[in-house]
Nanobody
Framework: QVQLVESGGGLVQAGGSLRLSCGASGRSFNTYVMAWYRQAQGKPREWVASIKPGGTTFYADSVKGRFTISRDNAKSTTYLQMNSLKSEDTAVYYC?????????WGQGTQVTVSS
């Protein structure tokens, strides 16, 4: 079992930055592929970025060049640095742990970008 807790969301003006954190408890954090997803109101949940245990990263085209995913295995924490935020980035952001076995989700953190 893995428990995930997101933090760092909030209200920011367009063009601003936020850093989300996802703390994990449980075993074997460093074996999971960690990812961030988001869900805007009235829309389906969409994948944002992923990071493999070794550090390889992947990004959705909509955030490439603006967002950076990272992980600190010693702290069992995953981060999402979000720069040059746009109003269309407004959503609830969810942390995800997976990689072939069970998948775990956090409760989400709201990010609101005002234009």
């Amino acid at each position: 079992q893995v428990q995930l807790v997101e933090s760092g969301g909030g209200l920011v003006q367009a063009g601003g930055s936020l850093r989300l954190s996802c703390g994990a408890s449980g075993r074997s954090f460093n074996t999971y592929v960690m990812a961030w997803y988001r869900q805007a109101q009235g829309k389906p949940r969409e994948w944002v970025a992923s990071i493999k245990p070794g550090g390889t990263t992947f990004y959705a085209d909509s955030v490439k060049g603006r967002f950076t995913i990272s992980r600190d295995n010693a702290k069992s924490t995953t981060y999402l640095q979000m720069n040059s935020l746009k109003s269309e980035d407004t959503a609830v952001y969810y942390c995800n742990a997976g990689g072939g076995g069970p998948t775990y989700w956090g409760q989400g953190t709201q990010v609101t970008v005002s234009s």
